[in-house]
């Protein structure tokens, strides 16, 4: 397939059937969304809010682009602006992981890293800070429309596409922004309004399945942290606020069920989907698919079920998810390496 640029390569992710991992009698199918120039899901939301703000001329050819991010948006907006030519800066809080700073940086981007004490809102109200003291285009993931937009006109629709002709009984997602919530919900109520909708969460922030809504600033922004909101380790999952995007979703009552995956459970899931699918992707997608075989388990035979895989696992190697992962020779692999005279270490 041949493209202008590296953005004609976003979205279009293909659609995974689950064989060895799937309960006898259940059509489990993946989308993997590490498919994606950079990864994730998120170069669909990069691309989607700078065009938009192209089009409507918020921004400005050159001009500065500021987003507060836990590094998969600061990723795909890396790709789009370097392939477009806006500066990026990204805020970010020092909790999230290493590799996710050096990609970015990589990719021509600064980084400004926040305090772990003030979570998720304190690197927004760092870009918001930044962006009006510079005069820099901000993104906002969290409220722009142009991020569940984009994933009506692309993941919605490639979902109703992959499933023409046959009955999608659910769609499991988790939110970070609700983009993909929001906009996919917005496709399958008008398209294939007999899907059922799963929303998972970490049972350390229940904050939809709690009912208390978000207390929200004027431009929708969150006044305060959620009071159902703990400290989890999934990361690009649950701010510690419910974004005005998911709302949206909330607010339409599309929403089938909740489940809680912890990320323990995630991780189990991740490496079980590496180990016996060969689909490598990060802690979401775990404990998205630990959702997925929650409601597979408990689902008639014969339903059908497709699962967001939001990131790839890459992105993970210096997080817990890789903790029991050696890097030296195991026992085993020693005994392997002797029972052959040569080359041993
Ligand atoms: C790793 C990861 N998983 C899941 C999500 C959720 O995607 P969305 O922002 O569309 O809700 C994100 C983004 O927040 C993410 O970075």
Known sequence: MKHDSILGAVGNTPVIRINRLAPDGINLYVKFEAFNPLGSVKDRLALGVIEAAEKTGALKPGQ?????????TGIGLAMVC????????????ETFSLERRRLMRFLGARVILTPKEEKGTGMVEKARELAAAHGWFLTRQFENDANPDMHERTT??????????????YWVTGFGTGGTLTGVSRVLKRESPDTKIVVCEPPE???????????????????????????????????????????????????????????????????????????FTGVSGGSTF????????????????????????????????????????TEEEIEISRSTPGYQL
């Not at 207390?215 to 999934?234: L, Q, V, Y």
């Not at 059908?304 to 998810?321: A, K, N, V, W």
């Open 64 to 72: 500065t682009v500021i987003e507060a991010t836990s590094g998969n």
């Open 82 to 93: 370097a392939a477009k030519g806006y500066p990026l800066v990204v805020t970010m809080a």
């Open 156 to 169: 919605g629709r490639e979902i109703v596409d992959a499933f023409k002709g046959e009955t999608l009984d």
């Open 205 to 279: 922030a229940p904050m939809i399945a709690s009912g208390v809504p978000q207390e929200r600033n004027a431009d929708g922004g969150p006044a305060t942290s959620h009071p159902a909101w703990k400290p989890h380790p999934i990361q690009g999952w649950s701010p510690d606020f419910i974004p005005k995007i998911a709302s949206e979703a909330i607010d339409a009552g599309v929403i089938h069920k909740i489940v809680e995956t912890p990320a323990a459970d995630g991780m189990a899931w991740a490496r079980a989907l590496a180990r016996k699918e060969g689909i």
């Open 290 to 329: 630990a959702g997925a075989m929650q409601i597979a388990e408990a689902a008639p035979t014969g339903s059908t079920i497709l699962c967001m895989l939001p990131d790839t696992g890459e992105r993970y190697l210096s997080t817990p998810l890789f903790g029991d992962v050696a890097t030296e020779m």
